[in-house]
């Protein structure tokens, strides 16, 4: 074995650890029953998964994925044209971006998130200025809706699309661009043709941590949407700590995992050029 | 060579550039005739790029007009000028294949799809790609992907080509084998060529006519032979070969090192010196040598280029004279 091998070995225990493992017990309890008093019966059983088909949960898992996928759609929109900018601009300008997209980081997420509901509430900041000015007469419901969830989502998770898009279009070597000008495209159509492909790699790792990161999310929906809206995340986390129904709550998370893989393989599917598929094929 | 009938495909006016107050193109003017190998030979740094990219439309001149087949294009960008540029690095587009590259510049134009077929296929034939059209660049040698490169600008048929040190990350063998190939393609197609190198070699054997420039300035115009023969400028008489520069009360000329005989008495020669080094080349030997100092002026060096058939054996530190014919004096501007 070659020696340099060896300095995975740390990284390889933590995953064995503290994320195959668990998986696997997830796997497991998936399969199991629970008694009246929520204990874990060791027997098989495809309870937790029949339960599922139950129209309520199938609404919750439909939801989350138009959710998520509406999320990494507008993070990508919103995001794309700022790291363009910003991956053109001069590196002072570069820095000072960066910095700003970050500084939302060094405040607790809650606290975050929570400021939004000073924002949206019936008498909140957007109402009372809304009112004060004359243009409704009365408050918004914001607070508790579904868009109210969007935009928390979309709001948190801007970030994680922008760095990698950035990070993407930086490398994006100029003289290709020159060259398409040069063949008579418009900036237009250099960008199109030439710029856009360059930065699938960006597109698709920010997609998918936007995706993953929604679809996962359990506090956003609670402190923005109320009980009125849930998400599968929230279900999970109801199964586990309040209804006490593990074997249920697993089988909830194995099904959503196994959506988010099909959903990636899928997109990168898509997204794959066909020069990689070439590239993965050796050199011909 | 411009030749009389012939029509006027680029002219220069004025055109100078300045980046930040700084001058890195001294104003100039020129015309190129079409179907002309104009070259722009000079060391990095003195402006030779920078004057290509103005005629491509990626820079613009402070001031000063471009006229491309009797339009002024100073304020079009590159996309609405009619020439093509074959980039120093290639700037191939890496996600797609040889013909996709080639194809870029037809698709661009909304050029029919039938046609588009055809005029790939004699690009690609022309370039000797035929068998290559379905890879990517990077499966591809540094000589292959300076083809396509050639081929995806030649399919627009532009009316100019311009060609940044296109051969400069190659290897001599291959770079020599080009340089003819791009050579017999300039004289098959009839499309005037502008020709960024800093080889002096290349240049001489490829140009219909050289423009020497250095510090933004131009220092000569003219054919391959007349910069060999007839230097202007001792930046020029040194720049493209070898040059022996001699300095008189009456100002500098210059004699090419085979111009220079040696002879083994001293008696009836110009100068006397001792021979420092020989070389042998092969086709030629070189002789160097120090000259013996004359008043104030330092010792000269000079170089001596003696064919093969000189027989005579040269031993280092032997005292001979050094004699030319003054007809072979090039008097150059300091």
Redesign the interface.
């Known amino acids: 074995m070659n020696k340099s091998k060896w300095f995975f070995t740390p990284v390889l225990i933590w995953l064995g650890l503290f994320l195959i493992v668990p998986m696997l017990i997830v796997v497991a309890m998936s399969f199991m029953q629970r008694d009246t008093l929520g204990n874990v019966v060791y027997s098989f059983s495809w309870e937790g998964y029949k339960t599922f088909w139950d129209s309520l949960y199938l609404g919750i898992y439909w939801d989350t994925i138009v959710l998520s996928i509406t999320t990494t759609v507008i993070c990508l929109v919103v995001s794309y044209p700022l790291a363009y900018y910003l991956a053109n601009s001069s590196p002072r300008v570069q820095n000072w971006g960066l910095i700003l997209i970050t500084i939302p980081f060094w405040i607790n997420f809650l606290i975050r998130t929570y400021a939004w509901v000073l924002l949206l509430r019936t008498q909140g900041v957007v109402n009372s200025l809304l009112i004060h000015f004359g243009w409704i007469d009365e408050p918004l419901q914001m607070l508790y809706t579904k868009g109210a969830v969007l935009l928390g989502m979309v709001y948190n998770f801007v970030p994680f699309m922008v760095l990698p898009l950035y990070v993407a279009i930086e490398q994006i070597?100029r003289?290709?661009l020159?060259?398409?000008?040069?063949?008579?495209?418009?900036r237009w159509?250099a960008f199109w043709?030439?710029a856009l492909?360059?930065s699938k790699a960006g597109i698709m790792t920010g997609s998918v941590l936007v995706f993953v990161s929604t679809a996962g999310m359990f506090v956003v929906t609670d402190i923005l949407g109320g009980s009125k809206s849930s998400m599968i995340s929230n279900i999970i986390q109801a199964q586990f700590l309040g209804a006490r129904n593990w074997p249920f709550g697993s089988a909830l998370s194995v099904i959503f995992v196994l959506t988010s893989l099909v959903l990636i393989i899928l997109f990168s599917r898509v997204m794959k050029?066909r020069?990689d598929r070439?590239?993965e094929g050796g050199?011909? | 060579m411009i030749k009389k009938g012939m029509v006027l495909m680029i002219e220069l006016v004025e055109i100078e550039k300045q980046f930040q107050g700084q001058v890195v193109v001294k104003p100039l003017s020129m015309v190129i005739e079409e179907g002309e190998f104009l070259t722009l030979l000079g060391p990095s740094g003195c402006g030779k790029t920078t004057i290509l990219r103005m005629i491509?439309?990626?820079e613009q001149p402070t001031s000063g007009n471009i006229v491309l087949a009797g339009k002024v294009v100073t304020d079009n960008?590159?996309?609405e000028r009619d020439l093509?540029?074959v980039?120093q690095?290639y700037?191939?587009?890496?996600?797609?294949?040889v013909e996709e590259n080639i194809e870029?510049?037809l698709k661009?134009?909304k050029i029919p799809k039938e046609q588009q077929k055809e005029r790939i296929a004699e690009a690609v034939a022309m370039t000797q790609l035929t068998a290559l059209t379905s890879?990517?660049p990077?499966?591809l040698s540094g000589g292959q992907q300076q083809r396509v490169a050639i081929a995806?600008a030649i399919v627009?048929k532009p009316k100019v080509l311009l060609l940044d040190e296109p051969l400069g990350a190659l290897d001599l063998q291959l770079r020599k084998n080009l340089q003819t190939e791009l050579k017999h393609l300039q004289r098959t197609l009839g499309i005037t060529f502008v020709y960024v190198t800093h080889d002096q070699e290349e240049a001489m054997m490829m140009s219909d006519r050289i423009v020497i420039l250095n510090n933004g300035q131009v220092e000569q115009i003219g054919t391959p032979k007349e910069i060999y023969s007839s230097p202007r400028t001792l930046f020029a008489a040194t720049f493209v070969g070898e040059n022996n520069i001699f300095t008189s009360p009456q100002g500098s000329f210059a004699v090419r090192p085979e111009k220079l005989r040696p002879q083994r008495s001293e008696e009836g020669s110009m100068k006397s010196g001792v021979i420092q080094d020989v070389l042998y080349l092969g086709n030629v030997h070189k002789l160097m040598v120090v000259l013996d100092q004359v008043g104030e002026q330092q010792a000269l060096t000079v170089t001596i280029v003696l064919d093969s058939t000189d027989e005579e054996s040269w031993r280092v530190g032997e005292r001979i004279g050094v004699s030319w014919n003054p007809k072979d004096e090039v008097v150059i501007q300091p």
């Open positions: 070597d003289r290709l020159d060259a398409a000008s040069d063949l008579g495209a418009s159509k043709h030439i492909p360059q050029s020069s070439t590239r050199n011909v | 491509a439309g990626f960008p590159p996309n093509n540029l980039f690095h700037a191939l587009f890496p996600h797609m294949t870029f510049g661009m134009k890879r990517y990077h499966q995806r627009n």
